[in-house]
């Protein structure tokens, strides 16, 4: 997590120095600003700018801004930049005595109660938290989402199922993968087999498509890996419509999707770097000598052995770059390229 502090008075820049020391230590890159007249005292970053067009900068390049000030400095100075707490960073607050540490905005999504909690940890300040699942102890979708890495589709359906578990309204999971712990006394874990009375229900899938409820919200995990090869000068648009329909086939949304993956003399082909950046997918190579290190049974073919030095290309890349996780769809070839799917190991965690 990226950090910016900021501190108006004396006591505060005092405040701010100590946590630039303890910060670090807890994994955070931080830097703390003051006023010009603290600055030099308290070995911070003198603050040459006004505070709004500060914030402005640290809304763009931070993960979390901590101001060392009264709340209403903190909520003017935000104001204009708010967009949803899907993008906002993390805003926590402390008065400049440290008695206090509000988490003020992007509790769950963007980890303000997190941090809220390790600043309290840290200084022996009163944690203040209001967000309702919080305050109710009940489960929050978002924060589960975060902390498996899973995407939200839909943030206003997000919205209901939070409200629908505060009014302790009956609510589905239903999980395509392997569940570590015990799933939450708030939500139903409903089998196809069986009857759901509810009318919502959480869905962990990487089917976008798939809607058990009426009301689904879907979570999708970042775990596949598409590997490709392809003859020198392939145009993007055949190269995405093979990927895309290797998807389409398999069930998987391209959201699903966590990198592209090949051999190493196809590091700078055109074709499949405009086609990494479109998505904003990396794009990982491998030699020859890595790609007959991936573990599994794949199609050999003569040819492609001759030319690179390795029977198969799509399949091992994918399967080398999901971590030697399992295959899920092998080789497919046409119009000079191939495509194969390959997902990591993964677990929904309830622990």
């Not at 492609?304 to 290309?313: L, R």
Request: aromatic share 8%; glycine share 8%; charged share 25%.
């Amino acid at each position: 997590m990226r950090l910016a502090a900021i501190s108006f008075t004396e006591h505060g820049s005092r405040l701010n120095r100590t946590l630039m020391d303890l910060l670090p230590r807890q994994g955070i890159d931080c830097c703390g600003y003051t006023m010009p007249r603290y600055a030099k005292q308290y070995d911070l970053m003198a603050l040459d700018i006004p505070v709004r067009d500060w914030t402005g900068q640290m809304f763009e390049e931070m993960d979390a801004i901590l101001f060392l000030s009264a709340t209403g400095i903190a909520v003017r100075s935000i104001a204009p930049f708010l967009e949803h707490k899907s993008k906002d960073p993390a805003v926590v607050v402390m008065d400049d005595r440290g008695i206090f540490a509000i988490s003020l905005l992007s509790g769950h999504l963007g980890g303000a109660n997190e941090l809220t909690g390790m600043l309290a940890n840290l200084t022996g300040a009163i944690p203040v938290i209001t967000t309702a699942t919080d305050v109710n102890g009940r489960f929050a979708v978002d924060l589960f989402a975060k902390k498996n890495r899973l995407q939200i589709l839909d943030m206003a359906r997000a919205k209901e199922i939070s409200a629908d578990i505060l009014d302790e309204k009956q609510v589905g999971f239903q999980c395509d993968f392997p569940v570590i712990g015990e799933v939450p006394k708030e939500l139903e874990v409903w089998e196809e087999q069986t009857v759901f009375e509810g009318v919502s229900g959480i869905c962990v899938t990487w089917d976008e498509n798939k809607k058990p409820y009426k009301h689904t919200l879907t979570l999708i995990p970042r775990i596949v890996s598409v590997g490709i090869g392809c003859k020198k000068g392939t145009p993007m648009e055949r190269i995405e419509e093979k990927v895309c329909g290797a998807l389409r086939k398999s069930g998987i949304s391209m959201k699903a999707v966590e990198q592209i993956a090949s051999i190493d003399v196809k590091a700078a082909e055109p074709g499949i770097l405009a086609f990494a950046q479109k998505y904003g997918l990396p794009y990982r190579t491998y030699s020859a000598e890595e790609l007959l290190r991936a573990e599994g049974e794949f199609q050999r073919s003569a040819f492609v052995e001759k030319v690179t030095g390795v029977d198969n290309v799509c399949e091992r890349s994918a399967v080398l770059s999901a971590q030697n996780g399992k295959l899920i769809r092998k080789k497919e070839a046409g119009d000079g390229v191939t495509v194969a799917l390959a997902a990591r190991d993964w677990s929904v965690d309830f622990a």
